[in-house]
């Protein structure tokens, strides 16, 4: 068993940052991939980026050059750095862990997730 536990969301205007923490726990040596989805209200969820145990990342097209997925072995801890934040941003953020050898692309690949932070950019 893995138990996620997100932190790090909050309201931001247009143009500012924020950095998302995921920090793992439980059976971490068996993760494969971890990813970060949002929800936006009345919208599916949907992928944002992902990190394989080997350090390969992915992005979803719309955040690509703004958003950056990193992790911290040591410290059992995937990041999700947003940068140049936009009000289309606007969702509930959840990690996710597979140890399933998947690429992480799809909602289904996910055996763990954690319970979302809420990140908001308005003015």
């Known amino acids: 068993q893995v138990q996620l536990v997100e932190s790090g969301g909050g309201l931001v205007q247009p143009g500012g940052s924020l950095r998302l923490s995921c920090e793992a726990s439980?059976?971490?040596?068996?993760?494969?991939?971890m990813g970060w989805y949002r929800q936006a209200p009345g919208k599916q969820r949907e992928l944002v980026a992902t990190?394989?145990?080997?350090?390969?990342?992915d992005y979803v097209d719309s955040v690509k050059g703004r958003f950056t997925i990193s992790r911290d072995d040591a410290k059992n801890t995937v990041y999700l750095q947003m940068n140049s934040l936009k009000p289309e941003d606007t969702a509930v953020y959840y990690c996710a862990a597979t140890t399933r050898i998947v690429d992480g692309r799809r909602v289904n690949d996910y055996d763990y997730w954690g319970q979302g932070t809420q990140a908001t950019v308005s003015s």
């Open positions: 990190i394989t145990s080997g350090f390969s990342t």
């Open positions: 439980g059976s971490i040596f068996s993760i494969n991939v």
